[in-house]
């Protein structure tokens, strides 16, 4: 989602630049999902009455003693009445009290991008907490409604968020001015070294900001972005998105291209949870299967079993399996691998899906992603079905198994010549 911002004032030297910002519509959207028939969150939840069928939603909420996870278990319901396939009517928890019939009707608007679709603003208040200082929040949601699509499951609609506003400015770097947003990506009132939360930089001078954590234009407060031949990182932000320092990591290094099936696996190295160092290009000649996962991601803990399978039967012949986690708990990451018996060589970064240094470098921002790469360096495959990959796999050591397999007894003949 591209997005256009004012600007503010900049000061520092070469090295440290202080940015002021404030608050400016961006309109970013952030999520998609389906619609569903039963409220969101589940459970007993009172709801105005509609002339048509009710479909249901939830705006995700991360409230102050949340864990930071890439999963919330809160959100602020809404509800919308359809008839003849079209949103009419909507309402939202707009005082986050869990109740839906003591909120008005919200006007519904037409969302010229997509025909049939109306959207809604909701806007939230509360009190945020950062260290010792209380200060109001404040967060204004659009909720795009589209029609119901033919041949979509039960008919299901389809809705999108997006954060109407976001601390913007810009930053004066190599002698041009660039653009800059702010975004409190974990909702939560405060902008901090959190879940989500980071800075885009309008690094190409183009007028726009792709909205993309993988992108070369984010900064989370961990990860650097380039700009003016410098990498840039964020030395400190205000907690109610009042500034931000950037501070400079010395010359920019070319920032490989993303990965594709076919091209070269961009090679790196990292250090192993049991203090090995593995670099991908030292393995040249066997294939090798990058695996990103979290402890946390239901999708690896169905995987574990196959992948352990897999790993016995082709490691003898070559196989290998660099896992790359995304955990930042330690002892959820050595639990899990202890669990599932996951013996083969994993890096642990402690840092988020962005951060991990990895997980920028594929663009992989999933987990139980499972992506192979051949004797010759190249990536081959990219998926999550462990079936497809022991499949590949055969493929690429077809001749080293075979060779491996003890000769065939013909079969006893019997019976007259």
């Not at 196959?306 to 790359?324: N, Q």
């Given at each position: 989602m591209a997005a256009l911002v004012s600007a503010g004032a900049t000061t520092g030297g070469r090295d440290a630049v202080e940015v002021a910002l404030s608050r400016a519509v961006v309109n970013v959207e952030y999520s998609r999902g389906g619609l569903l028939l039963a409220p969101v969150p589940p459970g007993p939840l009172p709801l105005p009455a509609v002339s048509g069928r009710a479909w249901h939603g939830g705006i995700p909420r991360r409230l102050p003693q949340d864990i930071p996870t890439l999963a919330t278990d809160h959100f602020v319901p809404f509800m919308a009445d359809y008839a003849g396939g079209k949103p009419v009517r909507a309402w939202c928890d707009q005082d986050l009290d869990g109740d839906l019939t003591d909120q008005p009707a919200l006007p519904l608007n037409a969302y010229p991008a997509i025909e049939g679709a109306r959207s809604f603003l909701a806007t939230f208040r509360w009190r945020a907490r950062a260290g010792d200082r209380t200060f109001d929040a404040e967060r204004t949601i659009r909720v795009v409604l589209e029609p119901v699509a033919a041949g979509a499951p039960e008919d299901q609609p389809r809705f999108r968020l997006q954060a109407v506003f976001a601390m913007t400015g810009s930053i004066e770097l190599a002698g041009r001015t660039r653009p800059l947003v702010l975004l409190d990506g974990d909702g939560d009132g405060v902008y901090s070294r959190s879940l989500f939360d980071g800075v885009y930089v309008d690094t190409d001078l183009d007028g726009h900001l792709v909205i993309d954590q993988m992108g070369p234009e984010f900064a989370s407060f961990d990860a650097s972005f380039d700009a003016g031949g410098r990498a840039w990182v964020v030395g400190a932000v205000d907690p109610e998105g009042r500034g931000v320092t950037l501070r400079s990591r010395g010359p920019a290094e070319a920032r490989a291209p993303a990965p594709a099936i076919g091209m070269p696996a961009p090679d790196f190295t990292v250090v192993a949870s049991d203090g090995g160092t593995i670099r991908l290009s030292a393995l040249r000649g066997r294939p090798v299967l990058v695996y990103f996962w979290t402890s946390t991601c239901r999708t690896c803990l169905y995987q574990a079993e196959s992948l352990v399978s897999l790993y016995e039967r082709f490691?003898?012949?070559?196989?290998?399996?660099?896992?790359?986690?995304?955990?930042?708990?330690?002892?959820?990451?050595?639990?899990?691998?202890?669990?599932?018996?996951?013996?083969?060589?994993?890096?642990?970064?402690?840092?988020?899906?962005?951060?991990?240094?990895?997980?920028?470098?594929?663009?992989?921002?999933?987990?139980g992603v499972l992506d192979l790469v051949d004797r010759n360096g190249t990536l081959v495959l990219s998926t999550s079905q462990v079936g497809a990959v022991e499949a590949e796999v055969s493929r690429l050591l077809e001749n080293v198994t075979s060779s491996r397999r003890p000769p065939r007894t013909p079969p006893r003949r019997t019976g007259a010549p």
């Amino acid at each position: 989602m591209a997005a256009l911002v004012s600007a503010g004032a900049t000061t520092g030297g070469r090295d440290a630049v202080e940015v002021a910002l404030s608050r400016a519509v961006v309109n970013v959207e952030y999520s998609r999902g389906g619609l569903l028939l039963a409220p969101v969150p589940p459970g007993p939840l009172p709801l105005p009455a509609v002339s048509g069928r009710a479909w249901h939603g939830g705006i995700p909420r991360r409230l102050p003693q949340d864990i930071p996870t890439l999963a919330t278990d809160h959100f602020v319901p809404f509800m919308a009445d359809y008839a003849g396939g079209k949103p009419v009517r909507a309402w939202c928890d707009q005082d986050l009290d869990g109740d839906l019939t003591d909120q008005p009707a919200l006007p519904l608007n037409a969302y010229p991008a997509i025909e049939g679709a109306r959207s809604f603003l909701a806007t939230f208040r509360w009190r945020a907490r950062a260290g010792d200082r209380t200060f109001d929040a404040e967060r204004t949601i659009r909720v795009v409604l589209e029609p119901v699509a033919a041949g979509a499951p039960e008919d299901q609609p389809r809705f999108r968020l997006q954060a109407v506003f976001a601390m913007t400015g810009s930053i004066e770097l190599a002698g041009r001015t660039r653009p800059l947003v702010l975004l409190d990506g974990d909702g939560d009132g405060v902008y901090s070294r959190s879940l989500f939360d980071g800075v885009y930089v309008d690094t190409d001078l183009d007028g726009h900001l792709v909205i993309d954590q993988m992108g070369p234009e984010f900064a989370s407060f961990d990860a650097s972005f380039d700009a003016g031949g410098r990498a840039w990182v964020v030395g400190a932000v205000d907690p109610e998105g009042r500034g931000v320092t950037l501070r400079s990591r010395g010359p920019a290094e070319a920032r490989a291209p993303a990965p594709a099936i076919g091209m070269p696996a961009p090679d790196f190295t990292v250090v192993a949870s049991d203090g090995g160092t593995i670099r991908l290009s030292a393995l040249r000649g066997r294939p090798v299967l990058v695996y990103f996962w979290t402890s946390t991601c239901r999708t690896c803990l169905y995987q574990a079993e196959s992948l352990v399978s897999l790993y016995e039967r082709f490691h003898p012949a070559g196989l290998e399996i660099v896992g790359i986690s995304y955990d930042t708990d330690r002892a959820a990451f050595e639990a899990f691998r202890t669990q599932h018996h996951l013996v083969w060589p994993t890096s642990f970064s402690g840092r988020q899906v962005w951060e991990d240094p990895v997980g920028r470098l594929y663009r992989e921002r999933g987990t139980g992603v499972l992506d192979l790469v051949d004797r010759n360096g190249t990536l081959v495959l990219s998926t999550s079905q462990v079936g497809a990959v022991e499949a590949e796999v055969s493929r690429l050591l077809e001749n080293v198994t075979s060779s491996r397999r003890p000769p065939r007894t013909p079969p006893r003949r019997t019976g007259a010549p």
